[in-house]
């Protein structure tokens, strides 16, 4: 399951490559996920998410603002698919609780149905948005398509089921 998991994980950045247009390699392009996954899982985010992309991706010609939305996208990806996840099982068989915990069974149903919510507006506005970019202080945000958010959110939930495997 981890061998699985590892695998499809470092798929995550060939959907970043077809979002930026670059043109490395599959297997190098995975190479460098899976050797940035690992490091994030045993050193954290910034050191192995982050650091190691930017550092493996500049080496091989990509500039930062492909890697900043290459990133992203994984990122968005990852929670995607945790979030469609923990929604739904919350929402539709919802985990018993320790009595000494503050939510109780309706709070974690309505949790679920938050993570729902915002799930689905991420792919609709991806799916049905008129207007693909936005700029923020400088910085332009461009939607994926709704079939890549789609491909997101399947990828994301089966590598949430795999670990939870």
Do not use: E, K
Not at 153 to 161: Q, V
């Amino acid at each position: 399951m981890a061998v699985a998991s590892l695998a499809l994980y470092s798929c995550y950045d060939l959907l970043g490559r077809r979002y930026t247009g670059h043109r490395l390699p599959t297997l190098r392009v995975m190479l460098v996920t899976f050797i940035s996954y690992v490091f994030n899982l045993n050193l954290g985010a910034l050191i192995g998410g982050v650091a190691f992309r930017l550092r493996l991706y500049t080496r091989l010609g990509l500039h930062t603002g492909q890697i900043t939305r290459i990133y992203s996208l994984s990122l968005v990806t990852h929670w995607l698919g945790y979030f469609l996840l923990a929604g739904s099982l919350f929402v539709l068989h919802p985990l018993p609780l320790p009595p000494s915990w503050p939510i109780h069974r309706v709070g974690l149903q309505l949790l679920g149905a938050a993570l729902l919510a915002g799930s689905l507006a991420y792919l609709l506005l991806c799916a049905l948005s008129q207007r693909r970019s936005w700029a923020w202080r400088g910085h332009a945000f461009a939607l994926p398509l709704g079939r890549m958010a789609a491909l997101q959110a399947a990828m994301g939930t089966a590598n949430w089921l795999l670990l939870g495997t």
